[in-house]
């Protein structure tokens, strides 16, 4: 190797190698995209049968929709094609045709209507129960189809004919290519949307009726007036070719026409034809909502039972009620006897579970309830005690002071109901005044004991204080009475005056806000000035009643 190589190596040797690195795996890409043609159905397969399936049919339905999308409009006529053996049923029933042997049927009955023909078939259908469109259709319904051509669609070539047998032949390859160049004139001048076709036409005393298919066409001469029902069997039988010939190759049309054109059973009639019994489907349905009807009326009348014998439950459970009358007209109406003091009628509303219309009448009921309630009323019943009623005893219990018990007392045995008053569990204390002024005192006797030297308080007896004090406040706030407290705080024997004073201040602060605590007012506390005669280690209050 030269100098000017190894020169060349040690300049460019690592760009070189990364080239050389990178142009194999541009021909390992290239030979892979070769093949992909290849492997593209063995890949779908495998990720159709693989968890990336619902990734898969994400990425491909925007593209197989706009492929669709630019068939149908670029050539209709083929999906048209491809559709026919599926949509030709549903083309069947559509309701055009549907509506045509509708007016035709009733057409025919109204021009039988009013002769002497028609008011014997009128009678015949009054005797036999049959409809009397049914019966006209009778007699009049008469037909036949003369000849029979299944044509080659696009070059106009006969497959199959047939003839009724005493007809003179026809020139039939003529009368194929004529109707292939009435059916190509039609298509090439209508321009309808997805092509336009001949459907039927009149010729002589003949009815042309003419169905066409993607590869045949199938045209019938029919003699008389046919049913609705003929045009759907010519349709079905052309569908049942094509389907048969669907992705058969080298299929016998031929052949195949004539063992599925079975034309002596299928398709000719002669003579009359008998219309098929009126469907029952009207006379079920009208039994039906006739059944609903009756059911729901009978229903109507169990759940008004139902609603009545529970009104009248509600009100006979209810002390204090009577029922008087009870009808309904929209809502349910009551009238009732009511006690003042029984429970409002909002309350059978709330029972029921529905709105009510109620009219009240006073009156004294002689139930346990509403005496029970008169006497709470009328007594007015302190919350200390309590009253109960049981067969027109009157039982008081609890506890109540002695003005309560002179005043009240004696109006017990008064109120209407009341036959007796028992008080053997009624307890008769002082008055409330009284005993807002002994629980004062005994407050007065109490205070907060703190340990020599300190200003810190035992927690379980602060909590005690600041119970009975609100014992205390809530007893005046009943009565309506304004208290107050002066609180007082004292020092231990001994210390410097300074100190002394600072604990008195600090333990009568304590004992302030334990009052405040228990709901007194600030303007209700006064804190006394320093006493330092009083040597104790706690802190007191005196209560004022005002």
């Not at 759907?232 to 190759?249: F, I, N, W």
């Not at 031929?254 to 009207?282: H, N, S, Y």
């Not at 004062?440 to 006797?445: G, V, Y």
């Not at 802190?539 to 004022?544: L, N, S, Y």
């Amino acid at each position: 190797m030269t100098k000017y190589q190894q020169l060349r190596e040690l300049l460019l040797g690592d760009e070189r190698r990364a080239l050389q690195r990178q142009q194999a795996q541009i021909d390992a890409l290239s030979d892979a995209h070769a093949d992909l043609a290849q492997q593209l159905p063995a890949l779908i397969e495998a990720a159709e049968q693989g968890p990336a399936k619902p990734a898969l049919h994400q990425a491909l339905s925007p593209v197989v929709a706009a492929a669709l999308d630019d068939s149908v409009r670029r050539a209709p006529q083929r999906i048209v094609d491809a559709l026919f053996p599926i949509i030709g049923p549903a083309i069947r029933k559509a309701i055009a045709e549907a509506l045509r042997g509708f007016v035709l049927d009733i057409n025919r009955a109204m021009e039988m209507s009013f002769t002497p023909r028609g008011l014997r078939w009128r009678l015949e259908s009054w005797r036999s129960g049959v409809p009397f469109a049914q019966v006209v259709l009778k007699h009049t319904l008469s037909y036949r189809i003369d000849h029979l051509f299944l044509i080659e669609r696009e070059a106009g070539i006969l497959l199959y004919r047939y003839s009724a047998p005493e007809l003179p032949d026809l020139d039939a390859d003529a009368i194929a290519g004529m109707l292939t160049a009435i059916g190509d004139f039609v298509r090439d001048s209508v321009q309808a949307p997805g092509g336009g076709s001949l459907a039927s036409a009149t010729v002589g005393e003949h009815l042309l009726l003419v169905r066409e298919g993607p590869q045949a066409t199938l045209a019938a001469f029919v003699r008389g007036v046919p049913p609705a029902a003929l045009h759907e069997r010519l349709s079905q039988k052309l569908e049942d070719l094509h389907r048969g010939a669907a992705g058969v190759p080298g299929f016998d049309w031929p052949i195949e026409a004539a063992r599925a054109l079975d034309v002596t059973a299928a398709l000719v009639v002669r003579g009359e034809e008998q219309r098929a019994p009126m469907p029952k489907w009207p006379w079920i349905v009208l039994a039906l909502f006739l059944a609903i009807g009756f059911s729901w009326l009978i229903w109507q009348r169990i759940e008004q039972g139902r609603e009545r014998a529970q009104l009248q439950s509600i009100v006979a459970a209810e002390p204090g009620w009577r029922l008087i009358a009870l009808d309904r007209n929209g809502v349910w109406q009551l009238q009732l006897l009511r006690d003042p003091d029984a429970r409002s009628v909002a309350h059978l509303e709330k029972q029921f579970g529905g709105p009510v219309e109620v009219d009240e009448i006073a009156f004294l009921s002689l139930d346990d309830m509403p005496i029970a309630r008169r006497a709470e009323r009328t007594l007015a019943i302190p919350a200390t005690a309590s009253v109960r009623v049981e067969r027109g005893v009157l039982a008081l219990s609890g506890e109540v002071d002695s003005a309560w018990a002179e005043r009240y007392l004696p109006l017990a045995s008064a109120i209407a109901g009341v036959r007796d008053v028992d008080t053997r569990a009624l307890r008769i204390g002082p008055t409330a005044r009284e005993r807002l002024q002994a629980l004062a005192e005994e407050l007065n006797r109490r205070a907060l004991v703190f340990p020599r030297g300190s200003a810190d308080v035992d927690a379980d007896q602060r909590s005690a204080l600041v119970a009975e004090v609100r014992r205390l406040v809530e007893l005046a706030q009943s009565l309506d009475v304004r208290i107050a407290a002066t609180v007082t705080g004292h020092s231990d024997e001994g210390g410097s005056e300074r100190r002394n004073r600072l604990l008195r201040a600090e333990r009568a602060q304590i004992l302030h806000d334990s009052l405040r605590a228990a709901g007194v007012g600030a303007d209700q506390i006064v804190i006394a000035v320093d006493n330092p005669q009083a040597l104790a280690p706690k802190a007191t209050m005196h209560w004022e009643i005002r």
